[in-house]
């Protein structure tokens, strides 16, 4: 083999990186200053110059050998592009490489404990500076700073000044003002665009990057929530052939227990697109009840490892609006193939129970299934036949049943809080039809209280073979709520003892005990504000609402990642592996060595995918509710006042659940006091109180579809206090240098105001 020749004397950076690619060893300073003739002060310089480019990056920092980092820098600034099960992947920010090889994704090890509670967590499109190493075949970063000015897209309305000038009127109400956009990109004045930063500097605007169309059109709300949030709605290409594949695959009758013989039933929605759960019961004779709950078996289609299992994870839950579901699995299996329809032969994972007299579960069985649903029938429907005496024995003996699993409900008193929840119904137009409180119906307590089951036994079931379990956890009230809401409830004269056990049945007799509707309803809201937020995790610390000492989700794995995870560790602790697939699929459908290792972290990204899908659903009815009330804006409204801070009240329409602002300044022209403690405002003159759950009468005076905002103004507004604002009423006014505020844009002057002298700088 002919021996390459080198130039002689001190390299470049590219003469480094050539004799490092074409070295058969592993390349040290030796080598290379033999290679390149190198004597006396030229090693030094060597030295210096291999420092350098490991400090760039372009070569790893080992003494004795060097070989090529792919351009990576030791210190970089890295953009995050996708937040994986909790965890930022990030890609360097300037990548420019000369053999226009993609950049390298970069795991981003964000700190933990009291560090991480100081800082916001990492999103899409931020930026930081890091330290960069490699780790095993790929990269970590380690953050030192977040920098400003990379923060993710910003959605928002294209308006126009009077001078053609564009400006983004943001669609997130918590961002007030309009932001320039230097580059248009070709969008047209009223379109919803998605920007980003058009450079580092503030001062650059924004530029579009994409038209997203009329912000007003149908289904466009929905859109804004899935952008604004950054909730996947795309299946790679990759995730949808492998879901095919899996829909494909048989079930093994001589594996799993046949279950097509009994009259299961799925009682849902009457909208609903996908069934996970059906459920059946008999008398056992004994004043019992033997009883099924039927789950569709996900776990047997969806394998961990799989690009299906990926996306999956990523997401975490489906996730639904008045217009549209963004599924968590391929509609294949999510609408199709795993979806418990009647009549078609489907794969379970069935929970066997057994319910005594006093409707405590006594004895409890998994196994994966062959079932054959006899019926879907809507909760409406269900119950009209139960209440009409119409119902097939079957359906009867479930309401039976049901009577049981409600007795022992009663005897361990969850916390009972009888909160509405909103409907947006839509016409076949995608516009707003009405916007009404669900009703609850016995048929949906049947079902919520089978459920409840089924998820208490499958979370003993796995305690008792002491395998990983993904914990649904509420824990009770904080010491810190608790005093708030002691001090809160002696404005009533009521106590609150904390010395005391406090558990849900405490709260239920506090508000059993309140006669005045107005008072109980003041203070049922008040202990929602006391209630910790549930979450997903490993180590179990009970369900304080629930009453329960050990709970799971088992029962909705279409649509929640935490449920199959728990079907996947029922599958390892009970021995219920299927034969292996014929197909490219992964081979196991039991927990993966990752999860089993350290559940706590997929656990802890579940429960942000939880919470930012219900950001993005309130947030999307919000804005429908918005939309339907701006054709009502002057009408009045009765309301009942939900929140009380410095700045003004919070109040709700009754019977709709439209949440707007009634500003301070419209209260009246005194000042107005807050009393913390009491939640409310009082006049310093009159002596007026605005307090919470207090009934109003209000003005609607603005309704923004754009961002779900609403603002109320009393109805008799006091003398010499100024009236909100409509939209647009400035917009003629001559000098309204105020107008770049969001939704308002006319030219004014630039430069320098007249009236202000430039002094320069003192020297």
Known sequence: MTKLRYPQGLPTRQQVLDFIAQSDEPAGKREMAKAFGLKGTEKIALKGLLKDMADEGLIDGNRSAFHAMGGVPKVTVLRIVEIDEGEPVAVPDSWQPDDASPPPRIRVIEPRGKVRDRNAALRVGDR????????????????????????????????????????????????????????????????????????????????????????????????????????????????????????????????????????????????????????????????????????????????PGGETDREARKRGNSVYFPDRVVPMLPEVLSADVCSLKSGADRAAMACHLTIDSSGNVREWRFTRAVVRIAEVIAYEEAQRRIDADEAAPHLQNLWSAWRLLEKARHARDPLNLDLPERRVVLNSEGKIAEIAIRERLDAHRVVEDFMIAANVAAAKALEAKVAPVVYRIHEPPSREKLTALKDYLATFDRKLSLGQVITPSLFNRMLKDIADEAEKALIMEAVLRSQTQAYYGPRNAGHFGLALGSYAHFTSPIRRYSDLLVHRALVDAYGLEQPRPKADLPAASGLSDRDRADLARVSEALSNAERRAMEAERDTIDRYVAAWLSGKVGEVFDTRVTGVQKFGLFATIIGLGGDGLVPVSTLGAERFNYDEKAQRLIGEHSGEEFVMGQILKLRLAEANPLTGALKFEPVDVPEGVQRIERRGERAGHKTDHKARRQGQHTAGKRGRPSNIRHQGRKK
Do not use: C
């Not at 004994?286 to 099924?292: D, N, Q, S, V």
């Open 128 to 303: 930081v500076l890091a330290r960069t190493e490699e780790a095993g075949s790929g990269w970590i970063a380690h953050p030192m700073k977040k920098l400003q000015g990379g923060e993710e897209q910003m959605m928002g309305v294209v308006e126009l000044d009077g001078a053609g000038k564009g400006w983004l009127a943001p669609v997130d109400k918590r961002v007030r003002n309009a932001v320039p956009i230097s580059d248009l990109g070709g969008a047209e004045k009223g379109q919803l665009v998605l920007a980003e930063p058009a450079g580092r500097s503030p001062r650059s605007g924004m530029k579009v990057v994409a038209v997203l169309g009329d912000p007003l059109a149908p289904r466009a709300f929905s859109l804004i929530a899935i952008h604004k949030h950054g909730i996947p709605f795309v299946f790679p290409e990759g995730a949808v052939t492998e879901a095919e594949a899996a829909a494909k695959l048989p079930l093994s009758e001589e594996t799993r227990e046949d279950l097509r013989h009994l009259p299961i039933v799925a009682i849902d929605p009457a909208d609903a697109r996908d069934h996970d759960d059906a459920i059946w019961a008999e008398p056992d004779g004994e004043g019992g009840f033997r009883a099924l709950v039927a789950i569709a078996d996900v776990s047997y289609y969806v394998r």
